[in-house]
């Protein structure tokens, strides 16, 4: 009982580890032993084939097997430093690429942005998950570079909105009219960690960023 459990469950390892490779190479470890074995029974008995030939054609199956072995080591490896560096911003301050904001329902949320030059005067628009508008603020003559707004969770009436995930947006002119562009960031303390297929993100409140996304810590 025990000795065909340990013998199926073997089976089934290389099964799935034999299936990988001709995933990712195109050829299995079994596909080269079954040509292998097909040249010694089609070879001619007067004519065998030179064992030199033999040896190094099991040297290459061997070749490809370390080769595929080595290729998935090195990409759990790598997993798994994206698995600690992920965790490493646990209560950290982030700002990544994203028009993201998480409002808790009580407090004040900083918006992080960039502007292309400096403006005479900027915009900034606050819209809910389903993309309506609920705050527009009229901002003050800004230098280009870095730049934030406070939002204090309430509408254009004045009222306290829910907790939630919001998106921003920020356009700016200047004293001629022309246009500012502004780049806006997903910014605040990073509360939790998830994985999607091996790709880790990083949960801010009630939003969530690629890692590969953020371009500032402790900002």
Not at 83 to 102: D, E, F, I, K
Not at 114 to 139: E, F, M, P, Q, R
Not at 150 to 170: E, I, M
């Amino acid at each position: 009982m025990v000795t065909s459990v340990g013998t199926t469950t073997t089976t089934s390892t290389t099964s799935a580890a034999d299936a990988a490779m001709k995933q990712a190479t195109g050829f299995s470890e079994s596909d080269f032993l079954n040509l292998f074995v097909a040249q010694l029974q089609n070879q001619d008995p007067l004519s065998p084939q030179d064992p030199g030939q033999m040896i190094n054609q099991l040297a290459q199956i061997t070749q490809v097997e370390q080769s595929y072995n080595t290729n998935t080591a090195l990409q759990s490896l790598l997993a798994a430093q994206n698995n600690a560096s992920a965790s490493s911003y646990l209560g950290m301050t982030v700002a990544a690429s994203g028009n993201s904001v998480s409002f808790d329902g009580t407090n004040p949320t900083t918006l992080q942005f960039n502007l292309s030059g400096a403006t005479a005067s900027s915009t900034v628009t606050i819209s809910d998950a389903s993309g309506n508008i609920v705050k527009t603020a009229t901002l003050g003559a800004q230098s280009g570079g870095n730049a934030s707004f406070t939002w204090d969770g309430t509408n254009n009436s004045g009222a306290t909105l829910p907790a939630g995930a919001y998106t921003f947006a920020v356009t700016g002119a200047t004293s001629a009219g022309a246009s500012v562009s502004a780049t806006t960031y997903t910014s605040g303390v990073v509360n939790g960690v998830s994985f999607n297929n091996g790709t880790p993100s990083l949960t801010i409140g009630s939003t969530s960023v690629p890692l590969s996304s953020v371009v500032s810590v402790g900002g």
